[in-house]
C-alpha cells in the first residue's frame, strides 16, 4: 500500500479461507489496513482444498471472488508462513507487532478421533480430511502415499462421506464402500444432491435387508422405514452413470469399538457393537448399545467424524474448539465471536475467532462467509474504542522483516499472480480444465520461474 494516511486500524486475519477473506474485505472498505497470514501458499482454505476436485465452475467461481479481494488496495497477503507453535510466528508475535485486533480463521486443523483401540498403530486407519486434503493436492498432503484395500469401511454418513466415496469409488475403484451409521437410516446426513454422484453403485438389495434389519428399533422411536429407504433411493433419477464395479453397502445402528490389526500394524477387520434407538426427555433420538460385536470384513477403515481446531495455535480449547467469551461485549445475531481465557475468567483482548475456528466443521462456503462477515462487525464494534494507528507503515515494515528473517520464501499478492499464470499456462497445455501443483517446490519454482522469464 502506497498510502497509509487514511487507514484507521491494522488488523492481521490468520487463515484465507471464505471466513477470513470475506471477513477482510468487510474490515478493508471500512478503512482498515488487512494482513492476510496464510499457512498454504494459496488462498482459498476448504473452499481450495476441500471441494471436490471436478466441481470446476464452483471452484472457479470462488477463486474469481478470491482474486478480487486480494485486489482491494487496503488488503496484503502474506502465504506460507505458519502461527503456532513452532511456527514462523506466534500469537504474542503478532499482539507485540501492535495490530490493533486479531482475527482467527484458521479452520479447524486438528485432527479428531474416537480414541479405538488400534486406530493409530493399525496400517489402513485415516481421517477423512487427510484424504480430502490428499486427493485436492494440499501439500505436503498430496505428497502422502495412502494405502487403500479393496473394502472400505467409512465411519460417519454426512457430506464428507459421499465425496470419500466418490473418490473410493470413481478414481480408486475398490471393491466396496460401506458408510457406517451410529444411528438409522432416517438421520443421515448427506444432501440428495451429494449422494447422486455415488448413487448408481448402491447395492439395493443390500440396503433392503440392512433396513428391514433395523425396522423394529426405528419404529420403537415412531421413525417410518420406508420413507428413509425412498429419501436414499431419491437420488437415482439425477445419478451419475456408475464409473466402475464398485460397491456402496450402507450399514445402521452401529458404532466402530475396535480396530484389529496383528502384531506388525495390519490391518485385520474393524469391530463394532450393534444399537438400538430411543428418544430422550427432550425428544432427541440417540443410539445406545445392544452390547452385541461383531466384526466388518473390511481391510481399511476412513473416519468421517469432523474437525477439531488446532490447539498449538495458543488459544483455549475445550473440546474440539476454540472457547469463546460466554458474556461477548460485542455479540452479533446472539453469538460470541471473542476468545476467552477461563482460567483467567475474561476475554483474550484483541482477539477473535470466525469460521470453523469457532464452530468446527459445520457448514460449508456460504455458512464460512456469512460467519466472517459477522465476526467483521464485531472486531469493527471492538474498535470503536481504540484510536487509531499511529504508523501502519512502520507496522508492516517490521512485520515483514520478522517473517523475512525466518527463512522461508513468502508468498504475496504479485506471488500469486505469477503462480495462477503458470498453472493456468500448463492447464492450457495439458488440455486439462484444472491444473495446480501437487508440491509446495513446484509451486514455488513456478513463481520464481515467472519471475525469470514472464
Request: charged share 25%; proline share 5%; with cysteine.
Amino acid at each position: 500500500m502506497d498510502d497509509f494516511k487514511k487507514v484507521n486500524h491494522m488488523i492481521a486475519v490468520i487463515g484465507a479461507g471464505p471466513a477470513g477473506l470475506f471477513a477482510a474485505r468487510q474490515l478493508a472498505e471500512q478503512g482498515n489496513f488487512v494482513v492476510i497470514i496464510n499457512r498454504d501458499i494459496k488462498p482459498g482454505g476448504l473452499a481450495e482444498y476441500g471441494i471436490y476436485p471436478t466441481k470446476y465452475k464452483m471452484k472457479d467461481g470462488l477463486r474469481k471472488q478470491f482474486r478480487q479481494i486480494l485486489e482491494h488496495p487496503n488488503i496484503e497477503y502474506y502465504g506460507n508462513v505458519t502461527v503456532g507453535d513452532g511456527g514462523t510466528l506466534n500469537l504474542f508475535d503478532i499482539q507485540m507487532l501492535a495490530f490493533q485486533a486479531i482475527l482467527i480463521t484458521a479452520g479447524a486443523q486438528g485432527t479428531k478421533w474416537l480414541g479405538l483401540p488400534g486406530e493409530n498403530t493399525t496400517q489402513g486407519v485415516y481421517h477423512a480430511k487427510d484424504l480430502v486434503y490428499h486427493y485436492n493436492k494440499l501439500p505436503p498432503f498430496s505428497q502422502k502415499q495412502f494405502e487403500i484395500g479393496r473394502k472400505v469401511a467409512i465411519i460417519g454418513v454426512g457430506n464428507v462421506m459421499s465425496d470419500i466415496a466418490r473418490f473410493l469409488i470413481t478414481e480408486l475403484k475398490v471393491d466396496e464402500v460401506i458408510p457406517v451409521a451410529r444411528r438409522g437410516p432416517a438421520e443421515v446426513k448427506f444432501d440428495k444432491k451429494e449422494i447422486e454422484h455415488i448413487i448408481a453403485h448402491l447395492d439395493i438389495e443390500a440396503l433392503d435387508a440392512e433396513i428391514e434389519r433395523v425396522k423394529p428399533h426405528m419404529l420403537a422411536v415412531d421413525q417410518d422405514p420406508q420413507a428413509a429407504h425412498d429419501y436414499i433411493l431419491s437420488a437415482l433419477p439425477k445419478a451419475d452413470p456408475p464409473q466402475s464395479n464398485s460397491k456402496l453397502k450402507f450399514i445402521f445402528l452401529a458404532s466402530p469399538t475396535r480396530v484389529i490389526g496383528d502384531e506388525f500394524g495390519n490391518f485385520l477387520g474393524l469391530e463394532v457393537e450393534d444399537n438400538y434407538l430411543i428418544r430422550d426427555e427432550e425428544g432427541e433420538t440417540k443410539a445406545r448399545s445392544l452390547g452385541t460385536r461383531r466384526l466388518l470384513d473390511v481391510d481399511t477403515v476412513v473416519f468421517c467424524i469432523g474437525d477439531q481446531v488446532d490447539k498449538k495455535l495458543g488459544l483455549p480449547t475445550q473440546g474440539n474448539q476454540f472457547v469463546k467469551n460466554p458474556f461477548p461485549e460485542y455479540p452479533i445475531d446472539g453469538i460470541s465471536y471473542e476468545s476467552y481465557n477461563p482460567l483467567a475468567g475474561k476475554a483474550v483482548d484483541g482477539i477473535f475467532v470466525a469460521g470453523w475456528s469457532r464452530e468446527a466443521s459445520v457448514g460449508l462456503v456460504g455458512v464460512a462467509r456469512k460467519d466472517g462477515e459477522r465476526c467483521a462487525r464485531a472486531i469493527s464494534q471492538y474498535l470503536e474504542n481504540i484510536n487509531p494507528v499511529a504508523h501502519p507503515d512502520k507496522i508492516l515494515q517490521i512485520f515483514e522483516q520478522k517473517i523475512k528473517d525466518f527463512g522461508k520464501p513468502i508468498i504475496t499478492k504479485t506471488d500469486l499472480l505469477k503462480l495462477q499464470s503458470v498453472e493456468q499456462a500448463e492447464m492450457m497445455r495439458l488440455g486439462l480444465e484444472d491444473f495446480k501443483y501437487v508440491s509446495n517446490e513446484e509451486m514455488l519454482r513456478a513463481i520464481e520461474y515467472s519471475h525469470v522469464f514472464g
